[in-house]
């Protein structure tokens, strides 16, 4: 996946959680649950659609590394090379 | 046999927790005693028409704009829509006391304005305990408080202590004539700051559509299916043994079931034997549309008191009707199908050990039954209105009933008196969510199921 595509299924799954949610504005260097207004639970719901659409393991220590649309890319690129 | 995941009890926090398992897991499998699922919120038939048990009204209403709130939480969470439940606010529900009563709706500054007109010295006093309430975070661990004395420290007057507290306890108290004070602020933000409401459909209607979500994502519901006990080596299930004998093993698993009742199935004895167990009795009485001319039009609960001093405790008799609370679930907004039958519902403090005692003579017992039966609808008459001569079928549950049908324990709807928030009882992989896990009602005892398994198991794969 390059990082477009990445970014793109990030975007696909919180659309998926909540389909209200506006992304015209969203600055990719800013937490994605502070724009998006998103709560914990949510924000779950990203890591097990992950988990489920493409078998990662994300452990719970990491979270913090995808709390922006930028940080996730960094995070994700090299799990998802190959995908 | 083998599950991944095996939630013990088809109750709606039993099903909420198996949604989320088989949302991101294959091998899901919900174990419910009974030929329905429901728990105590579930339905039967009688006289050629469905009656629900338990459900008198749904806290926790919020409208689609408050993301946050605990109900549309939950709809993201089990992927549901708001269509699919339909939405029917009360209309208004009362709290009666012999010298005064409070109204209350889903616009809370009703509630404000009337403790401002009937107890206007105590107004001030009110503001600044909502504001406390506001601040305070109950899902912090914390030990018990008794909401009787933070009440007292920002009201003077017991009168509106009681009153308050009335529906509270009512609607969740498993303590007598208290509850802890982080359930307080749960229940009184659920009840008073976003309000009651009922689906469009029946109890049947939102069982079936959770038995959908739950098919759907693949995961499997076994009825009658009633679990002797749970198999551990020290610190870890390995499993559980059916009634029938049947073993299967599994790698998590949830209990809805209670405190007590999931610990003597893991062969341990009850956490306080010696607690006493809050249980009601509950009549419904179907009744014609002639019935509509004298029964109030624009009430949806009401919650009485005929003494000044509210008592909320086991009685000394089979049932004591000082208290209690009255349902009229045909006034909420908009509900056509509620017209068309015609229902009053009344709840009552009542003793397991008479009823229990009294069940030793079947004959005893039936006709406890029905004099209990009539004698509700003479005590609430005074209150709502006559109504007697319009019944056209009725009905009645003692706490045996209840414990019957729901396994709980003494009939005790609200569970232990103690609560474990954090749904851990020392075991690696066993998560026990539900009505002893601390969330109250129908939202509550979902979103538990939710966040119990949020928590235990999908965050920690």
């Known amino acids: 996946m390059t990082r477009n595509d990445i970014k793109d299924l990030i975007l696909e799954i919180i659309e998926d959680i909540d389909d209200e949610a506006e992304f015209d504005n969203l600055d990719p260097d800013q937490p994605l649950r502070d724009q998006l207004d998103l709560d914990s639970m949510d924000f779950l719901d990203i890591v097990m659609e992950l988990r489920k659409r493409h078998k990662l393991q994300i452990p719970e220590e990491d979270y913090p590394q995808l709390a922006t649309l930028n940080s996730c890319t960094n995070y994700l690129e090299p799990l998802l090379k190959e995908a | ?461």
């Open chain 2, 1 to 461: 046999m083998q599950a991944s995941f095996v939630v013990i009890g088809g109750g709606l926090s039993g099903l909420a927790a198996a949604i989320r398992l088989a949302r991101y897991n294959e091998n899901v499998l919900v174990l419910e005693r009974h030929s329905r699922v429901g728990g105590l919120n579930s339905y039967y038939y009688r006289n050629n028409r469905l009656f629900e048990t338990g459900l008198h009204a749904i806290t926790n209403y919020a409208d689609k704009a408050a993301k946050h709130a605990p109900l549309n939480k939950l709809l993201r969470q089990l992927k549901i829509s708001r269509d699919e439940i339909g939405f029917h606010q009360q209309i208004s529900s009362e709290i009666k006391f012999p010298e005064t009563s409070l109204l209350f709706s889903n616009e809370f500054d009703e509630l404000q304005q009337q403790i401002k007109d009937k107890f206007p010295a105590e107004s001030d006093n009110f503001q600044r305990l909502v504001r406390y309430i506001d601040e305070a975070d109950p899902f912090r661990e914390q030990e018990y408080r008794s909401t009787r004395t933070v009440l007292s420290s920002f009201l003077d007057d017991r009168l509106l202590v009681n009153m308050l507290l009335c529906p509270v306890l009512y609607y969740g108290s498993s303590w007598e004539n208290d509850i802890d004070f982080k359930q307080f602020v749960i229940m009184f933000r659920s009840l008073y700051q976003e309000g009651l409401f009922r689906p469009a459909g029946t109890i049947k209607n939102l069982l079936d559509l959770l038995v959908g979500k739950l098919n759907h994502y693949g995961g499997t519901l076994k009825l009658g299916t009633g679990v002797r006990n749970i198999i551990s080596q020290g610190e870890k299930i390995i499993g559980v043994t059916l009634e029938s004998g049947e073993k299967i093993l599994c790698k998590h698993l949830v209990s809805t079931i209670g405190l007590d009742e999931t610990r003597l199935l893991l062969g341990r004895k009850k956490d306080n034997p010696d607690d006493r167990r809050l249980s009601f009795v509950e009549s419904i009485f179907q009744v014609d549309r002639q019935a509509l001319n004298t029964l109030p039009g624009d009430r949806t609960c009401i919650f009485y008191s005929k003494k000044e001093d509210f008592r909320f405790e086991q009685p000394e008799i089979p049932v004591c009707y000082d208290s209690g609370v009255i349902s009229l679930p045909f006034n909420f907004q908009d509900l056509q199908s509620g017209k068309d039958s015609i229902e009053v519902r009344t709840t009552h403090l009542a003793n397991y050990q008479q009823w229990f005692k009294a069940a030793e003579d079947s004959t005893k017992y039936d006709e406890m039954k029905s004099t209990h039966g009539l004698r509700a609808c003479t005590e609430v008459e005074p209150i709502i209105g006559g109504f007697s001569d319009h019944i056209v079928f009725s009905d009645f549950f003692t706490p045996l009933t209840v414990e019957r049908f729901t396994g709980k324990h003494g009939g005790a709807i609200y569970g232990s008196p103690r609560k474990v928030s954090d749904g851990s009882i020392g075991y690696d992989n066993l998560v026990l969510a539900g009505t002893d896990q601390g969330f109250l009602g129908i939202i509550g005892s979902m979103l538990s199921g939710v966040s119990m398994v949020n928590k235990h198991i999908l965050s920690k794969l």
